[in-house]
Structure formats: C-alpha cells, structure tokens
C-alpha cells in the first residue's frame, strides 16, 4: 500500500503552543497534501506542496516535505482550541489526483 | 458557494438490500472520487472519476460501483450491501484541492 502513516497518532497540547505532526510514505509522489477533519465531518483542505518544494507556508500552518527520507511535517505555531481536530497526510502519486491518505494525527488543544 | 453535497447523511440497511448514496458538486470539476473511512484505518479510495463516462477503481472497490453520465453527479451504488460495508462514506470533487462531501454514514445489519 501507499499509504502514508502520520506520527503521532495522538498529540494534546495546551494552547499557544507548537503542534508538529509527521507523515511518512513509501513510493515516490507528485505532490503532498495535508488535511484537517473536525470529528466525523467532511476533510478540509489545508495546504499542498510538491514534490520539488521543500518548504511551504500558510498563515500559521508550515509544512516540509523531504522526498530523500519520503517525509513530510506539518507545523501548527500558536495553536488554538479551534485547531482541535485530525490531520490527515495525503499522498498523490501520479498528478491525477487519486490520494492515498494516512491513518491521521489526532491533535487536542486544551484552553 | 462551493459544495460538495451527498445524499442521504445517515442510513440503516439489512444485508442485500440495494442502495445508493448520492453525491453532487456544484463547482464543475471533472474530477470526482469516493472514499470510505474507517477506524485505524484512515481513508481509502473506493472509485473515482476523471471525466463524464470515465471511471476507475480505487483501492477497495470490490461490492461497490458508480457512474458518472453527468459531470456534477457521482453516485455509489451497493448492489447487495453486506455488513463488513458499514462505515463512513466520503465523496470528494476537485484537482489537487479536494473538497469533500459531508459523509454519509451508513450502516449495514
């Protein structure tokens, strides 16, 4: 399987704190994207990066992505207790959208 | 607005009795897909769809099929549901940017 695997599966933090999350995947992709789920509810997308981006940016969200050790992070700086939720790594193998997604991180934020 | 809508939200079914759940997209992309989620197990493609009348599997397509005869619908048809099919059911419209339906949960007894 593709499938990418997310580590932690669990993360709580307080708030105002960094949240890093990691996605690990097994073959070569055209791009990466990252997720969010608020509990049982449809996903939501947050930000994708290629393959031949190392690093990209989306108001407090950061991702990296390294394609040597088939990795990526998803960095949430000065979390909030709204960014309470599951965040899901989704790999895209061939550029024709057809996603392989993790098991998820599940993030709790605590006020 | 831009939506992903699916049709029913919730449904309770016995083993064999033929359903559909429907899916629409009002933002015209030409791509579509479903997936099923399950606990442990993430998201996983079941069928999608890259044009009008072009279909195919995804990685767990057995005891599911679609059709796409227009391109905002995409509905998941089970012909004899069975209960290992319980889960909850996501139908998503878009390139690269994926905007998912509200899920559908169903239930199979």
Redesign the interface.
């Known amino acids: 399987?593709q499938?990418g695997e997310e580590d932690p599966q669990a993360l709580s933090i307080q708030e105002g704190e960094n949240a890093t999350m990691n996605c690990s995947y097994k073959t070569s992709i055209n791009?990466l994207?990252w997720?969010r789920q608020n509990s049982?509810?449809?996903?939501?997308?947050l930000i994708?990066i290629r393959s031949n981006e190392r690093e990209k940016h989306s108001g407090r969200l950061r991702v990296t992505l390294d394609t040597s050790k088939k990795s990526s992070s998803l960095l949430i700086t000065a979390s909030r207790a709204a960014d309470t939720a599951s965040y899901?790594c989704?790999t895209?193998v061939s550029g024709?959208?057809?996603?392989?997604?993790?098991?998820?991180t599940r993030l709790t934020v605590i006020p | 607005e831009a939506q992903v809508t699916q049709n029913p939200r919730y449904l309770i079914t016995v083993t064999g009795k033929k359903l559909t759940v429907t899916c629409s997209q009002n933002m015209n992309h030409e791509y579509m897909s479903w997936y099923r989620q399950d606990p442990g197990l993430g998201l996983r493609q079941i069928y999608y769809s890259m044009n009008v009348e072009v279909t195919d599997k995804g990685d767990v397509p057995e005891g599911y099929k679609v059709s796409r005869k227009e391109k905002r619908n995409f509905p998941l048809i089970l012909e004899s549901p069975s209960p290992n099919q319980t889960s909850l059911y996501f139908c998503a419209a878009g390139a690269y940017e994926q905007y998912f339906g509200p899920g559908t949960r169903l239930t199979v007894t």
Do not use: E, I
Not at chain 1, 40 to 45: A, F, I, K, Q
Not at chain 1, 96 to 104: D, E, W
């Open positions: 399987s499938q791009n994207q997720y049982g509810r449809g996903l939501v997308h994708l899901f989704a895209d024709a959208n057809n996603l392989f997604f993790g098991t998820g």
